[in-house]
């Protein structure tokens, strides 16, 4: 009797030739062990190699960053008007008397274009010109982790995969010694420390070598990345290479591409205790660089992340995401974003001033958001609650319109109103910049054929791109 049953030999027969398809479709620069004979080009031209995802995580309040609000600032205290919240999902609030919250900073003009941002934001402000900021975006979802998923996979249900995972599958990756999909998390002041789950960097039902890594700030930057005491890296070499030749006889018999993944993943963990110490050492970068970040080195901060983002572009990771935690307030907004704002406002200048002068700018895509926004109605007098109607984001680097403002949400901040733009829309942008039509962008799952992008229609938002 066969090792392989009918049922396996079908189902797997079925994965492989999903995975040949799409990369056929794709030809992503992997080894050519990975790449099909035949292998076309991209959809189109691509404008960007890679995307660094900064993701604050807890929601930012749009009022207090990117999207100022005059009408609300006149109806501070004042009853929240019942046209806008009746018959509207709504996180905290239910059956409190919601009031208005007038921003709690003063907005200015920055750069030639006259990008409007809050005061607070005075380094950022000095690459105004470079960022498009999209003041129309709303969501799905109403709490955090639904609203996480949703983002980061296009869809509230859990299990499928991230949009790294997604670009990774479909591009692979330029570098040999390091993941193609990279996770940085930090954590500062203020707000409330949400929890950041895993299972928003996992590949889903997409081969598991294509899920992001997490590089940890201190200790091993991987768990168990150092060889044992005594262990030579040649003896380390001849261990990988023995069990990939098991893994490799076991698999020419059951074909699993698990096992593959397996045989993957070894070599890449043997291939990263030798690139990863070096990527992780900033004491290598002059202080000028270190002064321009911000950071006095490997300290885990979120402009360390930041410095580190740009080093691992430079090695060629396709898929970059910081998490910053803590941006959910609410109560004491006013104290507490003045924190968070510190804390990321030189950093993101920096990152952006430091791909330009290595040459990265214009082949990457930087984007920064949350999850969603901010209630304009109060919270506790002083907090503001989840907001999915209407929410900023910016994004910069190749193939966008820098020193443009774009859509916006109705007088008091709470519904996006005029160029709106859908979380698919975004994912669909991205995907475009990357060269990767999002509609034929799909793997069959569960009989449906699973994309970023979603079911319901999605557009690349063509108006931002240069």
């Excluded at 960053?65 to 004042?78: C, H, I, N, S």
């Excluded at 239910?94 to 003063?106: F, I, S, T, W």
């Excluded at 895509?365 to 969603?372: I, P, R």
Aim: aromatic residues 8%; proline residues 5%.
């Amino acid at each position: 009797m066969s090792l392989i049953q009918r049922r396996v030999f079908l189902g797997r027969t079925t994965r492989g030739l999903g995975a040949l398809a799409l990369s056929h479709l794709l030809n992503p620069k992997l080894s050519a062990a990975e790449t099909p004979k035949g292998a076309v080009k991209l959809h189109h031209t691509p404008k960007i190699k890679r995307v660094i995802w900064l993701c604050m995580a807890g929601g930012p309040s749009h009022l207090e960053t990117f999207d100022y609000r005059p009408k609300l600032a006149e109806m501070d205290g004042k009853p929240m008007p019942e046209s806008f919240t009746k018959g509207q999902p709504i996180a905290q609030l239910q059956g409190q008397q919601l009031k208005c919250l007038a921003p709690q900073y003063k907005f200015q003009k920055f750069g030639k274009s006259g990008q409007e941002m809050c005061e607070l934001f005075p380094h950022l402000g000095e690459v105004a010109d470079d960022i498009c900021i999209v003041r129309s975006l709303h969501t799905e979802a109403i709490n955090h982790d639904p609203a996480h998923t949703f983002i980061n996979t296009g869809t509230t249900i859990s299990g499928r995969p991230s949009m790294g995972s997604w670009i990774t599958y479909g591009l692979g990756s330029e570098t040999k010694d390091l993941p193609g999909f990279v996770v940085l998390t930090s954590q500062g002041r203020g707000g409330q420390n949400q929890p950041i789950s895993s299972r928003q960097w996992h590949s889903g039902f997409l081969p598991s070598q294509f899920q992001g890594v997490n590089l940890r700030s201190k200790g091993d930057p991987v768990l168990y990345l150092s060889s044992p005491a005594g262990v030579s890296r040649d003896q380390q070499r001849d261990a990988v290479s023995a069990i990939q030749n098991l893994n490799t006889l076991h698999n020419g018999v059951v074909d699993d591409p698990e096992i593959a993944t397996r045989i993957k993943q070894y070599e890449m963990a043997f291939q990263m205790q030798a690139s990863v110490p070096g990527l992780m050492d900033l004491a290598k970068e002059d202080k000028k660089t270190l002064d321009l970040y911000g950071t006095k080195g490997s300290d885990g901060t979120f402009a360390a992340n930041c410095l580190l983002a740009r080093r691992l572009a430079e090695r060629g990771v396709r898929f970059i995401q910081l998490y910053h935690r803590d941006w959910d307030h609410h109560g004491g907004i006013k104290n507490d974003i003045k924190l968070k704002i510190e804390e990321v406002d030189r950093p993101l200048m920096a990152l952006i001033r430091d791909l330009k002068d290595k040459g990265l700018f214009d082949s990457t895509l930087v984007v920064w958001g949350g999850e969603f926004g901010r209630t304009p109605m109060s919270q506790g007098g002083s907090g503001r609650d989840h907001h999915m109607k209407g929410f900023s984001m910016w994004l910069a680097g190749g193939g966008i319109k820098g020193g443009l403002t774009y859509g916006s949400t109705d007088d008091l901040g709470y519904n996006a109103v005029e160029d709106v733009v859908s979380v698919h829309d975004l994912h669909a942008t991205m995907l475009h910049l990357l060269g990767i039509n999002h509609e034929r962008f799909t793997v069959k799952f569960q009989g449906l054929d699973a994309k970023l992008s979603g079911v319901e229609p999605a557009r690349v938002v063509k108006e931002i791109l240069v």
